[in-house]
């Protein structure tokens, strides 16, 4: 394929929503598999909805999924810019083309005169669409409409016939232009229609394939008809299916986190991320799961992308997000982590640094149990301070292995090092005078030093906490416990 030119591009009126995001992956991997170009394209022109920093927030979660683009608001480029905002001039030169050309035309109907239409329709079990009423007005009409103080639209003159369109994941799809009826180009307040500003950007922009999701499919059409129109060829199409929630109903904040903010907020790992939204909708060879973004890359083809909808399922994305991070070495966890504990009071960021070597080396025993970074707050808590909390098994565990603990404490006392053998030699010796073994033996020391009776390798933590500590909480835990 040559001059392969693709873009994603979201509305600035709130958070990236994980679909959006898929759709920008797609086209991203599509253009980075076959040497093309990535554009990112902002459509600000939705004034009421926009909302403030929105541009900036999805801009900085697109990079925190690793996706980079060619050309851009912030980039520049040959065929900027890339904000719809300030591309206006160029919206009027276009729709004062097709204007002159008789494609075009000012209809001074009103949003109430409208909506009545529109209600008519309904009440008649008609679908409604413009009926054309200002199509053929003369300029005495059209003076007199004006005199009345109304701001016209301009509509789009639909021709008929039927629109045939190839689709790279539907295949053939054909609609009958005499059921769309004449749509608006331009709004009363020079504001461009979407449909209308997407057609001028694509041509100008050179896209040459538009891969979005199928909600879009409605939109095709319109689009395909304003490119001839245009003199311009259309780009070939692709609309992936859409992500259902696991009730197989259209995914919404109901049914949770759905956006890339709030899971880079709850600590998930990006690369998962991106790993999980190329398995919603596209079916990789062979039976693999994980990939990095680079063997993505090697082997994503639009052909795979599937036509039935996806289903979300958080419980595979958490899974994937551990299986990233158990995969990380010890010290760039800990980097990741660093903010979540912070930001949990369990210790300052000063603190952090001060104890970074003791916090890593708590890392390494805990993150096999780690599915996001935020979890180690609650993973490393029993190691990092004395528990605070006891479960009920941990409290029983410690009252019936009193008698063993406190024959624990003797042991320790005069030790001024430990590591893994020294207190497994420890226990060796407690089994032999007690005749303890397995969770017997372990529950009750564990239950004293982390408030729970399960938990990371028990002397591995007696090695990092050392043997002041580990008396310091079993005598707390007897003197909290038994009488």
């Known amino acids: 394929m040559e001059n392969i030119r693709v873009r994603f591009a979201p509305s600035p009126t709130g958070y990236l929503h994980i679909g959006g995001a898929r759709t920008a992956l797609f086209n991203w991997l599509f253009a980075r598999s076959t040497g093309g170009r990535f554009i990112l394209r902002i459509e600000d022109t939705d004034i009421k909805?926009?909302?403030?920093?929105?541009?900036?927030?999805?801009?900085?979660?697109?990079?925190?999924?690793?996706?980079?683009?060619?050309?851009?608001?912030?980039?520049?480029?040959?065929?900027?810019?890339?904000r719809q905002t300030e591309r206006l001039e160029l919206y009027n030169s276009k729709v004062n083309y097709l204007l002159e050309k008789g494609l075009a035309y000012k209809c001074y109907c009103t949003e109430e005169e409208l909506k009545a239409r529109r209600e008519e329709a309904l009440a008649r079990k008609e679908t409604p669409r413009y009926d054309g009423r200002c199509r053929d007005l003369t300029e005495e009409e059209q003076a007199r409409l004006s005199g009345e103080g109304r701001e016209p639209?301009?509509?789009?003159?639909?021709?008929?016939?039927?629109?045939?369109?190839?689709?790279?994941?539907?295949?053939?799809?054909?609609?009958?232009?005499?059921?769309?009826?004449?749509?608006?180009?331009?709004?009363?307040?020079g504001i461009p229609s979407y449909n209308f500003a997407v057609v001028v950007d694509d041509s100008g922009m050179k896209i040459s394939h538009v891969m979005r999701g199928d909600e879009h499919l409605i939109n095709t059409p319109r689009q395909v008809m304003l490119f001839v129109a245009l003199g311009e060829k259309p780009p070939e199409y692709g609309h992936v299916s859409m992500i259902l929630a696991p009730d197989h109903t259209k995914?919404?904040?109901?049914?949770?986190?759905?956006?890339?903010?709030?899971?880079?907020?709850?600590?998930?790992?990006?690369?998962?991320?991106?790993?999980?939204?190329?398995?919603?909708?596209?079916?990789?060879?062979?039976?693999?799961?994980?990939?990095?973004?680079?063997?993505?890359?090697?082997?994503?083809?639009?052909?795979?992308?599937?036509?039935?909808?996806?289903?979300?399922?958080?419980?595979?994305?958490?899974?994937?997000?551990?299986?990233?991070?158990?995969?990380?070495p010890a010290e760039k966890i800990f980097e990741?982590?660093?903010?979540?504990?912070?930001?949990?009071?369990?210790?300052?960021?000063?603190?952090?640094?001060?104890?970074?070597?003791?916090?890593?080396?708590?890392?390494?025993?805990?993150?096999?149990?780690?599915?996001?970074?935020?979890?180690?707050?609650?993973?490393?808590?029993?190691?990092?301070s004395p528990p605070g909390e006891f479960t009920p098994e941990a409290e029983n565990a410690v009252k019936e292995g009193a008698a063993l603990l406190k024959s624990l404490i003797e042991k320790l006392s005069g030790l001024g090092t430990m590591d893994a053998e020294k207190f497994k030699l420890i226990l060796s010796e407690l089994k032999n005078e007690t005749g303890f073994k397995g969770k017997q033996l372990y529950m009750p020391i564990r239950s004293a030093l982390i408030g729970e009776v399960h938990g990371p390798d028990l002397a591995a933590s007696a090695a990092l906490l050392g043997p002041y500590e580990i008396k310091k909480r079993v005598v707390s835990a007897l003197e909290r416990f038994v009488s």
Request: contains cysteine; glycine residues 10%.
């Open 251 to 328: 995914l919404s904040k109901r049914h949770g986190t759905t956006s890339v903010s709030e899971f880079r907020d709850q600590g998930y790992h990006p690369a998962a991320l991106v790993n999980y939204l190329a398995l919603l909708g596209w079916s990789p060879p062979g039976d693999r799961e994980i990939f990095t973004l680079q063997e993505l890359v090697e082997n994503f083809d639009p052909a795979r992308l599937a036509k039935n909808p996806a289903i979300y399922d958080k419980i595979k994305l958490t899974w994937l997000s551990g299986q990233y991070i158990k995969n990380e």
């Open 336 to 384: 990741s982590c660093a903010p979540y504990i912070a930001a949990s009071g369990l210790m300052s960021g000063q603190e952090l640094e001060a104890r970074r070597d003791f916090i890593i080396s708590a890392i390494e025993l805990v993150k096999d149990g780690l599915n996001t970074y935020e979890d180690s707050v609650k993973l490393l808590r029993p190691l990092i």
């Open 153 to 189: 639209t301009i509509r789009f003159k639909v021709p008929p016939g039927v629109i045939v369109i190839n689709d790279m994941v539907k295949g053939e799809v054909s609609f009958d232009a005499g059921l769309i009826g004449d749509f608006v180009l331009m709004k009363s307040n």
């Open 49 to 82: 909805r926009g909302l403030e920093d929105s541009e900036k927030k999805i801009i900085d979660d697109l990079k925190w999924l690793g996706l980079d683009w060619d050309e851009g608001p912030d980039k520049g480029g040959e065929y900027g810019p890339y």
